[in-house]
Every structure is written in structure tokens, then in C-alpha cells.
């Protein structure tokens, strides 16, 4: 599919699109850009600040990878989500920062749904303890927008339904029991290329898709 019939079928479904730009060139991205596409989410501190400087101003930046304590102090000024809060310390971190500025910055938890290996997330099955931890910190400058998880890299179409699945129910669990129903607890960030109609069915609200788009 094209990048343009891939932005109008999540614009139908309402679904929220953060367009990956790492590793991609920038008239590739000024393309993107000129579809309508303002989300901009890239994995690594250092690609996001160099883009940032060479885009458009009116570009909401995602950081979608795992983020380094000592690089917190480099975003936090301008970053619009962290979807990649995967530890107490760096909750813990982008808080202190962000108070320094006086900026509250929305962020997502991820956790860890996949069967592989992954070295960053939240285990899933301590979500309860997890975030009654985060919430009795009062945090005042995090904002807690929802939860970020990626499936396992598998063909099994099944498992990578039944890993999102369990993210949403665990999404829901916590919305019930530590926010309110109106509240801006309500970000679901799962689905890249390979999987995202898998993840909308699953109940995502944004989606991060690079090479799809870029392809
Ligand atoms: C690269 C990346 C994506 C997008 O992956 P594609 O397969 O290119 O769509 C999504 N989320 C994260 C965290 C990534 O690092």
C-alpha cells in the first residue's frame, strides 16, 4: 500500500499514525510531510534532534525507543509523547526534568507482551504493583497518557493478536482502577508495518508505522 491510502485508512478507523522516520532520508520524510502527516516518532535521541532541526516547526516529535536517562534532558523541552517510560528511574527522571522547565510531558508505559527476549518494558504480569508504585509517587510533572507494548516478530498472526489482546485488557484494568472513565488516560500504542491491523483490531488507538509508509 501506499503512504497515502495507508494515512486515509487510519484517519477512517480514527486511529492515531506516528510516522517512524529513522533512517529515512528527508525528502522522503518532506513527502510524508506533504500528505498531511505531522506525528513524527524515531528511536534514537540523537536522529530525533538532528530532524527536528532540518523539519518544519509545526512537527509533533514521539520518542518511541528506549531512552537513556542522561538523554531526557535533551527533549524534554520540546518532546510531545514518550511512549518508552520502561523503568521507575526513568519515570523518576523525565519528572525532575521536566520540573526544571515547568513542562509536563505525557508519557506511556511499556510494557512487555512479546515471548522473545526484550531487554526494555514493564513485566506484564506486575502491572497492578506497577502502576499503584507510579501513582502513589505523585508524580507532578508526568503525565500518564496510557501503555505502549510490541508484539512478538513472528508469522503466527494468533499470538500476535493474543499479546495485543492482553495488552488492551491490561489497558483497561488500569483505566478502571486508577483513572476515570474521562480522563486523559486513553492512549493505546501498539501496531508497526507488519502487524497494526492486527493491533487496531485489538483495540490500538495510534499506531507507529514506519517502513510501510516509507516502502
Ligand atoms: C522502528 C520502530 C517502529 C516502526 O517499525 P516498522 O516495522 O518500520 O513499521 C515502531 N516502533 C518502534 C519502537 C520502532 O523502533
Redesign the pocket.
Known amino acids: 500500500m501506499q503512504a497515502k491510502e495507508i494515512w486515509d485508512e487510519l484517519q477512517e478507523n480514527k486511529v492515531d499514525l506516528v510516522a517512524?522516520t529513522?533512517k529515512r532520508s528527508l525528502e522522503k520524510i518532506h513527502h510524508i510531510y506533504s500528505l498531511g502527516m505531522r506525528h513524527f516518532?524515531e528511536?534514537r535521541v540523537q536522529e530525533l534532534l538532528s530532524k527536528k532541526d532540518e523539519l518544519p516547526d509545526d512537527i509533533q516529535w514521539h520518542q518511541?525507543?528506549h531512552l537513556q536517562r542522561n538523554k531526557v534532558k535533551s527533549i524534554v523541552d520540546f518532546i510531545y509523547l514518550i511512549?518508552?517510560a520502561d523503568s521507575f528511574r526513568l519515570v523518576k527522571e523525565i519528572n525532575k526534568q521536566a520540573k526544571k522547565i515547568d513542562r509536563k510531558i505525557d508519557i506511556l508505559l511499556q510494557f512487555k507482551i512479546a515471548q522473545e527476549d526484550s531487554k526494555y518494558g514493564f513485566e506484564i504480569d506486575k502491572y497492578d504493583e506497577i502502576m499503584g508504585e507510579l501513582i502513589s509517587k505523585n508524580y507532578t510533572h508526568v503525565n500518564i497518557r496510557g501503555l505502549m507494548g510490541?508484539a512478538s516478530l513472528t508469522d503466527n498472526e494468533n499470538q500476535i493478536a493474543s499479546e495485543f489482546h492482553q495488552l488492551k485488557e491490561i489497558f483497561d484494568e488500569c483505566k478502571k482502577k486508577y483513572f476515570s472513565e474521562n480522563s486523559n488516560f486513553n492512549i493505546l500504542s501498539m501496531g508497526?508495518?507488519?502487524d497494526y491491523h492486527i493491533a487496531i483490531e485489538q483495540g490500538s488507538t495510534m499506531v507507529?508505522?514506519?517502513?510501510?509508509l516509507f516502502s
Do not use: L, W
Not at 507507529?208 to 510501510?212: E, F, L, P, Q, V
Open positions: 517512524v529513522k516518532g528511536n518511541i525507543g511512549h518508552s510490541m508497526m508495518s507488519s507507529r508505522i514506519g517502513s510501510a
